[in-house]
């Protein structure tokens, strides 16, 4: 069981470059979340999706694009990165149908802009 | 703004300890407050609460919750090395502008267990 994929797990940019981080799951889940988690502090939702071809806004979504072409994936694009984008991201997913907040997690991209 | 604090920040006990962990809140729309485990890499779900009163229970760990006074506790009994980590706690509050779940976190409470 594969569960929640994400790639990379590590990655140092430079300022103004762009990235994308990759999200996979193969356990059929409809909804689809990023998060950020700034050292010491709690995760920020970036952006979510609640089936394929749609998208929406969290509560930091400024710097970053996502998309969601098929039920199983929703990379995270970072435009022209900035230090302040420096953090740990998190992918997760769960069932419609399933408690909420009863997410799976990928196991974390660390990203270091310099 | 909706706003999760969790108390202490740190602890450090000695293995077979009983630890509790603090979790408060003030959110629009309360609809269930959860707590899950986080070692190195990503977060597991560990309990999910909506009513007063009502103790969850999984082996050593338990929970419960007061919506009078909005808070909840996460004790852990006998603890071992393996629980170790830090405990997240979250509360979903729908349209609160976290996403589909709407889900507020506190920053977690570092727990570390020295045998």
């Known amino acids: 069981n594969a569960g929640v994929t994400q790639t990379p797990k590590f990655r140092i940019l430079k300022i103004g470059q762009s990235m994308t981080l990759q999200c996979a799951q193969d356990m059929n889940h409809n909804y689809m979340y990023w998060y950020r988690q700034d050292p010491g502090m709690g995760l920020k939702l970036i952006y979510y999706?609640?089936?394929?071809?749609?998208?929406d806004k969290g509560e930091v979504p400024n710097g970053y694009n996502v998309s969601r072409s098929t039920t199983e994936d929703f990379p995270l694009r970072l435009e022209l990165a900035a230090p302040s984008q420096t953090s740990v991201y998190f992918c997760?997913?769960?069932?419609?149908?399933?408690?909420?907040?009863?997410?799976?997690f990928g196991e974390g991209s660390r990203l270091t802009v310099l | 703004e909706d706003k999760v604090v969790q108390s202490p920040l740190s602890l450090v006990v000695h293995e077979g300890d009983t630890v509790t962990l603090n979790c408060s809140y003030e959110v629009t729309n309360f609809r269930s407050l959860l707590w899950y485990k986080q070692e190195k890499k990503a977060p597991t779900f560990l309990f999910m609460l909506t009513s007063s009163g009502i103790e969850k229970k999984s082996g050593r760990l338990s929970s419960i919750l007061d919506k009078k006074e909005l808070f909840s506790i996460l004790n852990i009994t006998a603890t071992q090395t393996g629980d170790s980590a830090v405990y997240l706690c979250?509360?979903?509050?729908?349209?609160?502008?976290?996403?589909?779940?709407?889900?507020?976190f506190g920053k977690g409470t570092h727990l570390i267990i020295q045998p």
């Open positions: 997760a997913s769960r069932l419609s149908g399933s408690r909420v907040g009863e997410l799976f």
């Open positions: 979250a509360v979903g509050a729908p349209y609160s502008g976290g996403g589909a779940d709407g889900l507020t």
């Open positions: 999706s609640v089936g394929a071809g749609i998208t």
